[in-house]
């Protein structure tokens, strides 16, 4: 699959899912100032990651083992990318992202960190790493985790961003930035929200890894299976959702987060909204017709 | 017990928690437009719940086991009837919600959300069971789910929104609404608010159902026995809380929710107020006096 | 170590995390009325908190075992003291809090809760031990509860309000107040922001413990060990944020409580600018360097 920034998914204001406010709008990444040069360079580079779709199923893959997989701008701009692509798609259905070698992701890269960078440089990696993290869960699609190895930093942060995440069981995870410095303190922002507060401020305080169970048991991730079933497991959770319909599956993903931070009255009449709304779409009523007649239902997309 | 809606319960404006803000108070949908000529109807059929009380503790019975305790919008008022039932009288000290037959409840009766219905009514539907599961938190004394079986979408959701639940460990809890294009937004709501966030993110949008053992693990429940033991265990808890005074306890409980989404400097200034305002109560005076006199306490109510 | 009310810490108005907004610096209960002459009096008996320091680890120990460490006034505002000395000093790094004898601490003396004192009294209670609670988390150097025995209703609520907590195998946790007729709505801030609700609502309603396994679980406590190894553990992750840099520590742990209320966009607005911030301390380049140079940080504090 060719991956393109997306005019058509980008054209105009783009999809209100994409309309951030206080920020600027996401795609703005792809047109900031100095960014206009980039793509030409990296086109001279392998893109850092790799993207392929197949029966509404998308792969995204992070592609640079021997960087450990690190965060750089460059992965970054790469995986928001991928994720943007044809997001509107209706063929798209889920996506899982993934990566190669034994390192998930180790967060950021470093070497892009230290003073030789403006001030001006630093807020525009943590900006776009942001911008990433937020787009898994304003995107119209389940997105999923698939991790096997250390997940460290932005890295662990990635994981706890997506919807779902399936780890094998030699998989581990951490926030290690004290160890060099940089509290962690954007992968918390993830963390803090998966996880109970006492068992994130201890990964954060000491930097230490916890385990794919420890990691299961607090809510991190939502299944360790041994290594060599981990894709077999990460594909069943993926079919599952590819067979749903898209329509109905986007309408629920976006009211869960927007209800989430409200009070319960303004939850429920947020979601109740939903419910009729859902109700009124095509698959809705499809969906119960068929349950009542007993037969398979079929989905306009 | 002879179940009516209160008039006594009712009067006027009916007591502060009853009082809802936003939505109209909750005891409307006792008189609101064509629900006039739906007691007499509804005397003809059986009602779909069954109440009886003794010694403080009130049980209600899901009582429909031929279809599966759907919470119909006729079983929705039955249910909510029974809760609010003398809710003010000092005899009642406890909840306690269960069902006849192998499924808890199966959610919302499907026939009732075609299109054959009017969005209006879809509103009500959803309006009406928002109202009860916000009813369970606003309602001065503790109420305890007792499952042994299947809870699914609006049957989770009842669940998840009482303030404690027991299960046997052959129940299991799901929201399926995706299988049949119907999204559970509005159960979502209250699973949410119990389980970590990627746990009901599965649960939503794979509609897989969870065990009891997972269920407890993630704090959906609180505890898991044999079936043989359900009803002891869970008369054990009830007991236990209607030995108490109910007028502390339900500043108790109103307080935890209100604290609840507050932030903590706010929650603290709730929660100290209410602890001085707990300590003016007779029953505040008379717990601790007994306790330092070595006896046992004699509440006023 | 001699611990004094540090006048050096709390000159003109003190740093601002001390400011508290709507209530009034955590040092006004040094000198509001009544206060000044408690020293005095408190001089005479033993204080009911000892504090030491060595190596940037501040041990403080609840010590009045006979009163089952109980959080009388006296004892509330000994251990702010011991808290608020020399907060500032970067020789601090880390906070132990302990307790002498079978029992952490049984939360409030209820012969200070009759009404042989004022309402006025009981607010300055709840007040000085919120503002303990509240001190906790704004305070700079993360905080451990190390737990050996029984903790009830406000020692419960200690617990749950330190950063981490270790517990040896026999300890456990209680919010009992109901049965004494004064609901634990203080120690329920703290406990609803560790654990999941029901699990909250069950240990409020029925006052029954639950052992350090649970509360492991539930994520109150992050290690429980034999009592043996309690000490030992507790260091080592003592040891281990005592080896990194102040600064950084305070930096993140200020952000993410600041973060873990706002929404996720303002969250992580907040995160990324203190991820700048962070980068432009001295330890902040410092690591990064060190760490590009494989060799170990020296940190400036």
């Keep these: 699959m060719a991956v393109v920034a997306g005019v058509r998914v980008f054209g105009s204001k783009g999809p209100s899912w994409l309309r951030c406010g206080r920020w600027a709008p996401l795609s703005a990444g792809f047109c900031s100032p100095g960014a206009a040069a980039t793509p030409r360079r990296e086109a001279e580079a392998p893109r850092p990651t790799s993207s ?12 640079n083992p021997k960087k450990r997989n690190t965060l750089s701008l460059a992965t970054l701009r790469s995986l928001r990318s991928d994720i943007l692509h044809e997001a509107e798609s209706k063929d798209l259905k889920v996506i899982i992202i993934s990566a190669e070698g034994p390192v998930f992701s180790a967060g950021h890269d470093l070497k892009e960190l230290t003073d030789e960078q403006s001030p001006d440089y630093h807020t525009e990696v943590f900006q776009t790493c942001s911008e990433v993290m937020m787009l898994i869960r304003s995107h119209p699609v389940p997105i999923i985790a698939m991790v096997d190895g250390l997940a460290t930093a932005a890295g662990c942060q990635l994981v706890a961003s997506c919807d779902i995440a399936v780890a094998s069981d030699k998989s581990s995870f951490a926030t290690p930035g004290v160890n060099v410095g940089l509290f962690c303190s954007t992968p918390a922002v993830a963390l803090a929200r998966a996880v109970p507060r006492k068992v994130a401020l201890e990964m954060l305080f000491t930097g230490e890894p916890i385990s794919a169970q420890e990691a299961l048991r607090h809510g991190l991730i939502n299944r360790v299976v ?9 594909m069943r959770i993926a079919r599952k959702i590819a067979s749903l319909s898209r329509s109905v599956v986007a309408l629920g993903k976006a009211t869960f987060y927007k209800q989430l931070s409200q009070d319960l009255r303004t939850a429920y009449v947020l979601a109740s909204q939903t419910m009729v709304d859902n109700l009124a ?5 499809e969906g119960i017709k068929a349950f009542i007649q007993k037969r398979k239902p079929s989905w306009s997309q």
């Design 52 to 63: 392929r779709q197949r029966d509404g199923i998308r792969n995204i893959v992070l592609s």
């Design 281 to 285: 779409l095509r698959d809705g009523q």
């Design 226 to 234: 041994p290594g060599e079933q981990l894709e077999a497991e990460t």
